[in-house]
């Protein structure tokens, strides 16, 4: 089927919620894809985080093949042999105890939730003692965030236009400002069951938080026995040079969910978390009829035995990668700000305008990025890329910024006349 028959059918089958490129594709190996027309790609997203190991990686493809041919799919009425092992690496990998699987990241977020009141209730005795009578159900939750579009998740997610169309959500969550210790001193009190925190805020720019404010969330939590719930779905992983992103600051989170990479496409989401946190769940609270499947966590182990080895290759190519774009921002009166840590890299630019115009102009040249959060270039590419894909990435980035500045002058001038560029802390490190 060609392009044009498939985005024909598509428009009048499809619930309208996707606007998509004008791209089939058709096939893909390592860091490249290819269009129905035979077009090469070089791939600078990796399906929004998830082709961590690029695409058809070997050992992936042969568990696959493997799996397949053995058992897909068996409920979580019996035992497979792969959830103990994946759980095992997790928790060596994490620094907790206890894992749940599920099918998506959003899913996982609902778990998380549901285990920090589960958790709050189940330690009434802990609550009461602490402030009387005031039940502890309050979630807070940071501006700018995502976890997510069911309606826990979006509950949480401090972006009102995923929320808006939505309304009422679920009730007892607050908004506090990412990275702002008054705001959250000012929210937290004994009430509050959980603070959920993305380690790098990922749709809403590739944000990380900072140390003193993880801190303080992290402190906060254990004084009032209130949990730390950290969602690293798209930072987690390797995406950032180590396992987790909170293992540059040195915090250690009562929950952290998992998703995007973990099974290398299939859907795979998971809640990892400590013994006490976790024996508040029993059987029937929690479940799921696909989560954790024989096939997804054959291909998580695969993954995560993969994940290990690349874990300084991702620290070297993304400071290799992180240097060229601080070279760009030089350079470029457009560039506001570069963000980020490993592979997980955004470049903030001064108009949405300007970022739509050079993601296209890369997507011409066959490079795929994503823009979000209006303008921010958000780089999320699979491990295995290497320094001379960042320098043709890099080359082609520095062309579209030349070749579209003249679209955005106006932007531009005004920057000029107030002032230079913004400058603010962009590493998450210890
Ligand atoms: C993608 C993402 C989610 C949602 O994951 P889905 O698998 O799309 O449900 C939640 N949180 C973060 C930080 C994400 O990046």
Not at 229 to 234: F, N, P, R
Not at 245 to 266: E, F, I, N, R, S
Not at 308 to 313: A, G, P, R, V
Request: hydrophobic letters at 40%.
């Amino acid at each position: 089927m060609s392009l044009a028959s498939v985005s024909r059918m598509e428009a009048k089958l499809l619930l309208p919620t996707y606007e998509r490129q004008p791209i089939l594709f058709v096939r893909g190996r390592g860091v490249y894809l290819w269009d129905s027309e035979g077009k090469r790609y070089l791939d600078f997203l990796s399906g929004i985080g998830v082709n961590a190991l690029g695409h058809n990686h070997p050992a992936i493809q042969a568990t696959i093949k493997r799996q397949a041919g053995r058992l897909i799919h068996i409920s979580n009425l019996f035992f497979h042999e792969y959830q103990a092992e994946l759980a095992r690496l997790l928790t060596e990998i994490s620094g907790l105890d206890r894992a749940f699987f599920c099918n998506s990241g959003t899913e996982a977020w609902e778990g998380a939730l549901k285990l920090a009141r589960a958790f709050a209730q189940a330690n009434n005795n802990f609550a009461k003692a602490n402030n009387g009578s005031k039940p502890k159900t309050r979630i807070l939750a940071m501006d700018n965030s995502f976890h997510g579009r069911t309606f826990g998740a979006l509950a949480t997610t401090g972006q009102p236009k995923y929320r808006a169309p939505f309304v009422p959500l679920l009730p007892g969550v607050d908004f506090v400002k990412f990275n702002d210790v008054e705001d959250l001193k000012r929210k937290f009190d004994s009430s509050v069951c959980a603070v959920c925190i993305e380690t790098i805020q990922g749709e809403g720019g590739i944000c990380p938080v900072n140390p003193e404010f993880l801190e303080l969330a992290s402190r906060l939590t254990k004084e009032s026995g209130a949990l730390l719930v950290l969602d690293e779905i798209q930072c987690g992983l390797g995406r950032t040079g180590r396992h987790f992103a909170y293992q540059h600051y040195g915090v250690l989170p009562d929950v952290v969910t998992v998703a995007k990479p973990l099974a290398c496409g299939l859907p795979l989401g998971a809640i990892l978390t400590t013994e006490r946190v976790a024996s508040c769940f029993h059987p029937g609270m929690h479940g799921t009829t696909f989560g954790g499947g024989p096939l997804a966590c054959a291909v998580a182990i695969e993954f995560l035995r993969e994940e290990k080895k690349l874990l300084k290759h991702v620290r070297i190519v993304g400071e290799y990668f992180q240097a060229a774009l601080r070279e760009l921002d030089k350079k470029h009166k457009s560039i506001q700000e570069v963000r980020g840590a490993g592979l997980m890299l955004a470049v903030e630019l001064d108009s949405a305008e300007l970022a739509k115009a050079v993601a296209k102009q890369l997507l011409q040249k066959g490079i795929i990025i994503n823009r979000t959060h209006e303008t921010v270039l958000r780089f999320l590419p699979p491990y295995i890329i290497q320094k001379k894909h960042v320098d043709q990435m890099i080359q082609a980035l520095d062309a579209a910024l030349r070749d579209n500045a003249e679209s955005t002058k106006t932007a531009t001038a005004e920057k000029e006349s107030t002032g230079s560029k913004r400058r603010r802390a962009v590493h998450a490190h210890a």
